[in-house]
């Protein structure tokens, strides 16, 4: 429905022993609906992360996540669809775990043309190694 949203809780960890230069996101669609392509009224994400794991409340599907840490931005609301997308606020160290918290919305703008659609998404989270340095 338009208005509508929902959370998930994502850990994202680099788990080799070589710290990351950046961490990107690239998302796809399959099918591919309009709920993916229409930029401006068609699923917006978010994505936010907690300085400890997330605590989740509700029940399925509408689940919601509260932090009792700090938040920070590592992805502004936008499109849902995107390529090598830059995430910020992340600890990229080797070792490190970032506990984030995804919401997709349907904005309240949505029309008609989006009703009984469906789209799987997928997020691949992408970490660049740092460049080697002389010793």
Do not use: K
Not at 6 to 23: H, L, P, Y
Not at 55 to 82: D, F, K, M, N
Not at 106 to 121: D, K, V
Request: aromatic share 4%; proline share 4%; hydrophobic share 30%.
């Amino acid at each position: 429905m338009p208005g509508d949203t929902i959370q998930r809780a994502v850990t994202v960890s680099n788990t080799g022993n070589q710290d990351f230069a950046s961490i990107t996101l690239t998302t796809t669609a399959s099918p591919s609906t309009l709920l993916d392509t229409d930029a401006t009224d068609g699923l917006q994400m978010l994505i936010e992360r907690c300085s400890v794991a997330w605590t989740e409340g509700g029940s399925a599907p509408a689940y919601t996540y509260t932090c009792s840490g700090s938040t920070s931005t590592v992805l502004s609301s936008r499109a849902i669809i995107g390529s090598g997308l830059a995430l910020s606020n992340l600890t990229i160290p080797s070792g490190a775990t970032n506990h984030l918290r995804v919401t997709v919305s349907l904005p309240s703008s949505a029309g008609n043309t989006l009703q009984g659609l469906s789209s799987t998404i997928t997020y691949t989270f992408t970490g660049t190694q740092r460049a080697g340095t002389s010793r």
